[in-house]
């Protein structure tokens, strides 16, 4: 299967020792990846959706949900960075992964909080830049796209770095939504 070798060539890429500046460029072009670059796909994408949603909507509403989506999107983006980093002593990017099975800080909570937050920063951006229906066409393709990358290719990683330490946290803790 493509995503098996894919898994096995990933887990080989990832025991590599990395310097600390390589992890900081390597987290520095995954944070503008996915505070820029993805959105602004998803945003285009979207857009050309729009016109295919019919919704009343009052944009001063828009705007706030928008804008505080956005923010508390990036507070959970944030925190799940900043717990790779300093638990784990890794990135988010796949190249340059924790070394260690993270389950503290908002992993504590669900198994994606960066994806979760991803996508409530993409409905903030939307929303925000576009409209509530521009927002959810992004959260919808974000977490269609995350999901099938987390199921196909980042458990089986996780599974193979990790084993029965990562298949037990999985049996407890929730995929997305958060358990408090």
Known sequence: MVFKKYVDRLVEATRKERSVSYRILIGLVGAVAFAVVV????????YGLDKYVLAERARLLELGVGAVTA?????????S????????KGTAVPI??????IVSGPYKFCR?????????YYLGVGT???????????????????????KLIE?????LKFGADYDEYKRRTSFLLPKF
């Open 39 to 46: 959105p602004a796909v998803l945003f285009v994408a979207s």
């Open 155 to 159: 458990e089986k990683e996780l599974h």
């Open 81 to 88: 960075v900043l717990t790779f980093v300093t638990i784990g």
């Open 128 to 150: 925000y830049f576009g409209s509530l229906r521009i927002g959810m066409v992004m959260f919808l393709l974000s977490l269609i796209i995350g999901s099938c990358y987390i």
């Open 112 to 120: 994606n909080p960066m994806i979760l937050g991803a996508m409530l």
């Open 71 to 79: 923010i508390v999107g990036l507070v959970l983006m944030a925190w």
């Open 96 to 101: 340059a992964p924790p070394r260690k099975l």
